[in-house]
């Protein structure tokens, strides 16, 4: 089974503060994502990796970082926590995929935050 | 803009009856097309895709949901409910082009005993 774990299922921090997502991955995956999830709006993505060292920015990266230096693990920095980002925070893997292949993500358990 | 509607925010069915959950979907070229499900306190599970092929897809705990071209639609379908798949169901989209998952809303679907 593919197994995605996330360091925290829930965490609290002040405004201002460097925040620190760590997301690992026992599979093997090339790609890695970081999603954020909140009522009534579905999942947005953050940013995504497809290698180590390589990522993209998501829909609303602003406000985000993301560090990838091994392949299992992919980390979503909160460079100075402002409570608008109080939400839950999914990291998911998956398989690279190509031309008519698109394979499914596996996703962690999710980290709530709160930040105030 | 590519964009996935989920139209019901809560769907509400009494256990034994069939349930349908709907998505529609605005993405140029032949869509890859998911669903996930999300129970209480625990990550999002993936259900079933479309790729290509057969426009009906069997998935995970007896649900199926049928690619209609013309509507672009992909709607979730069980034909009888358990009080247990009471959970928040997520449909999203790929463009073949992109790597990124377009998601809907999210619709909550409760069984009633």
């Known amino acids: 089974d593919v197994k995605v774990t996330q360091s925290s299922r829930y965490l609290v921090k002040r405004t201002g503060e460097k925040v620190f997502l760590e997301c690992v991955q026992d599979m093997d995956h090339e790609n890695m994502f970081w999603y954020r999830q909140d009522p009534g709006l579905g999942l947005r993505l953050i940013y995504f990796?497809?290698?180590?060292?390589?990522?993209e920015k998501g829909d609303i990266p602003e406000g985000y970082s993301v560090s990838r230096e091994k392949k299992e693990r992919f980390s979503l920095i909160l460079e100075s926590a402002s409570t608008n980002q109080t939400s839950m925070y999914l990291c998911?893997?998956?398989?690279?995929?190509?031309?008519?292949?698109?394979?499914?993500?596996?996703f962690g358990p999710g980290t709530r935050l709160t930040v105030t | 803009a590519q964009s996935v509607a989920q139209p019901e925010d809560q769907v509400n069915v009494a256990e034994g009856n069939p349930l349908t959950v709907k998505c529609t979907y605005s993405?140029?070229?032949?869509?890859?097309l998911f669903w996930y499900v999300q129970y209480p306190n625990r990550g999002l599970q993936f259900l079933l895709k479309y790729i290509t092929g057969d426009n009906l897809v069997k998935g995970s705990y007896g649900f199926e949901a049928e690619f209609n071209k013309s509507q672009t639609s992909f709607h979730l379908k069980k034909p009888s409910a358990l009080v247990s798949d009471s959970a928040l169901y997520f449909c999203?989209?790929?463009?073949?082009?992109?790597?990124?998952?377009?998601w809907g809303a999210g619709t909550k679907l409760i069984i009633k005993p």
């Open positions: 990796s497809y290698d180590v060292k390589m990522k």
């Open positions: 993405v140029s070229g032949n869509p890859y």
């Open positions: 999203a989209v790929r463009d073949p082009g992109n790597y990124q998952l377009i």
């Open positions: 998911a893997s998956s398989l690279p995929g190509g031309s008519g292949v698109s394979y499914e993500q596996y």
